[in-house]
Nanobody, 123 residues
Framework: EVQLVESGGGVVQAGGSLRLSCVAS????????IGWFRQAPGREREAVAC????????YYTDSVQGRFSISTDNAKNVVYLQMNNLKPEDTAVYYC????????????????WGKGTLVTVSS
């Protein structure tokens, strides 16, 4: 059974930083795509950052490029999202997700999802 457990959310002032973590189990972590998505109140879920562990390909959505960084620790089966220079518009529930296929995951159709962690950025 695939399990994805996120942590690291919280309340931070604009300009601050947070690091989210997602511990994964139940699948071949080093050969799957894994990534972060978010959903703000009243808005659709969007892809934030995804990594294909098989070949190292990384995609970021434009609004976080240069501020957020996704990384993985294959020894611990953990994916991180380092978020710097946070803005109020980054406020959302952040979800970790995975799929065998990178573009399927990036398109928001990943097979497995965590329960999310809330990030609130105050102005």
């Amino acid at each position: 059974e695939v399990q994805l457990v996120e942590s690291g959310g919280g309340v931070v002032q604009a300009g601050g930083s947070l690091r989210l973590s997602c511990v994964a189990s139940g699948f071949s972590f080093e050969t799957y795509a894994i990534g972060w998505f978010r959903q703000a109140p009243g808005r659709e879920r969007e892809a934030v950052a995804c990594k294909n562990n098989k070949d190292g390909t990384i995609y970021y959505t434009d609004s976080v490029q240069g501020r957020f960084s996704i990384s993985t620790d294959n020894a611990k089966n953990v994916v991180y999202l380092q978020m710097n220079n946070l803005k109020p518009e980054d406020t959302a529930v952040y979800y970790c997700a995975t799929d065998r296929f990178f573009l399927k995951l990036w398109g928001g159709r990943g097979n497995d999802w965590g329960k999310g962690t809330l990030v609130t950025v105050s102005s």
